[in-house]
């Protein structure tokens, strides 16, 4: 994530760039960290002067520092002090900074050629390539010339720290202060130290964190630390899973935003990261880790060796206005409009077996689209009290405003409970929302075939199962399909359109064009274990139970790592406690039998809280002590 840095500068007197002159003493700050011994972090030098070596610099400057930026390129240093100037003037046009605080920030930023120029740094920063050549020589480098109080600190989000601390003469004042992109919005610092790094040394550092408004964690030195060790292999296997074809880049991308909350898919993610840094972090951490997981998706090289890196060179899993640009522009994979709904076949009534939770949040979601709704239980009591809870549910809307009175009174007029499955003889559609339970979804789809009109869609919204198991239930396997809603329904716009190896074109299309009429959002997917969004997001969550389990990291920090350093509305183990213990474990049991691959073997520690009954939220304890409804 910083400038290439090709070599250390040769250490001599140092060369400033040609606007600055050299450093200037200390100036004064408010509440300073410091370092053993009284001397304060007051002048940090950052070597390497990329995109997040930039960004840090920024931070510091702003923050009262005296910055002393270090790159061998004057181009890069230049581009720098531009970026600043930039920045500083963005933020008084937004009111956070004045124009006095603007030409100081400005002023007390330098920058120099030579790493000679940090020798009298009281901390220094690397931000340099993600080498373990690159870093060692500079920091070998800095030995030479800092004072021997200094701190010496790697960005590394991948590299072990203490292999590069061993190398170091003065190992127990090198640690890993890992920033996060952009270093000025970002509020994450994962503060990492190895075992031999002085616990003052991380004392200050964690200090300066504070004082910039950071929130710091503590973390041991293990390959991508808390937040990268997790992301990047979620991107990996986005990758992976667009390589093998099994859904579009926006389906994935859709998928991830809509399902999950995130503010990104994970494909843009990478485009923005950059697909080559993607490839460097992922190929250090699989030398660290052996994980397959972390082994890079064949895709990604292939991408980074056409040199076809993301949003900085204008193109990599999307194509970009220009190189740089943020904005999308069409390309050949661009999915033309209302593609996939041409054959859909007219819906004018639906019905949904079931009276639980899903099937209630579902019926809602047809009645307030404006389609008549069967909703079948076992018994007409069960129906009528699955009504009584949808009517209940459109109350609280009108309440928030989300709704009129009449709308909501028409969309539970729309709603005809009824005992048994005979009266879906006539549907369009027929939804299946049962117990998460093959035997009772096939039982099911047994009585849809004998019941339900030919041409009707019949659909399953199982969230684990495999459809063509439901599909081979009936005689016409080409009318089944998969309508994965997610859980509140009424709520959430995303919908996995899951087909079968036998399901038709036109079920699919009608599926599409369903929830097209739903204001839903319908992403397309085959048949397998975990469709998009589960096959993405358990196996991250999996990985974060391990590392508690590992005793690598708290609960509390990885949650903070999580939704601080990468903008997640929750951390693993929220999610994991609202999700239910019980249902993610059965998840992730599913997908490893499934890939047999063994990362994706559920971690001891999530077994041995389920049969503890410590389920979540619903049971009052889980991660976290929770209090009882």
Known sequence: MASPLSRPAPVGSPRPHPENSSPRPHPETTSPAAVPGGTELRCVAVVGLGTMGTGIAELLACAGREVIGIDVSEAAASRATASLDAATAHAVRRGRLSESERRDALARFRTFTDVAAAANADLVIEVTPESYEIKQQVIRALDAVVRPGTIIATGTNALSVTRLAAGSGRPERVLGLHFFHPAPAMRLVEVVSSVLTAPAAVAAVTDLALDLGKEPVAVGDRPGFVADGLLFGYLNQAAAMYEAKYAAREDIDAAMRLGCGLPMGPLAL??????????????????????????????????????????????????????????????????????????????????????????????????????????????????????????????????????TEAA???????????????????????????????????????????????????????????????????????????????????????VEVVRTVLTGDEAGATARAVCDRLGRHPVDCGDRAGFIVNALLFPYLNNAVKMVQDHYASPDDIDAAMRLGAGYPMGPFELLDVVGLDVSLAIERVLHHEFREPSLAPAPLLEHLVAAGCLGRKTGRGFREHARR
């Not at 009534?349 to 076992?378: D, H, K, Q, W, Y």
């Not at 599909?471 to 716009?493: Q, S």
Request: with cysteine; net charge neutral; glycine share 10%.
């Open 270 to 403: 990478l485009d923005l990261v950059g697909i080559d840094t993607a490839c460097t972090v992922l190929e250090a951490l699989y030398a660290e880790s052996g994980d397959r997981l972390h082994a890079p998706a064949p895709l990604l090289r292939q991408l980074a060796d056409a040199g076809l890196t993301g949003r900085k060179a204008g193109r990599g899993f999307y194509t970009y206005r220009a190189a740089g640009s943020a904005e999308t522009v069409p390309d050949a994979l661009t999915p033309a409009a209302g593609a996939g709904t041409g054959d859909a076949r007219p819906v004018r009534s639906v019905g949904v077996a079931g009276s639980g939770t899903m099937a209630c949040g579902i019926t809602e979601v047809f009645a307030t689209g404006g389609l008549p709704v069967v909703l079948a239980a076992r018994d007409l009591a069960r129906a009528e009290a699955a009504r009584d809870r949808i009517g209940r549910s459109l109350a609280r809307s009108v309440a928030r405003g989300r709704l």
């Open 408 to 494: 909501a009174g028409a969309a539970l007029d729309l709603i005809t409970p009824v005992g048994g499955y005979a009266a879906l003889a006539d549907v369009d559609l027929a939804v299946e929302a049962v117990v998460e339970d093959l035997t009772v979804k096939r039982d099911v789809f047994a009585a849809f075939d004998r019941i339900c009109r030919p041409g009707a869609v019949l659909a399953t919204t199982t969230s684990s199962l495999p459809v063509i198991a439901c599909a081979r239930a009936t005689g016409r396997p080409a009318d089944v399909v998969g309508l994965h809603f997610f859980n509140p329904a009424p709520a959430m716009k995303l």
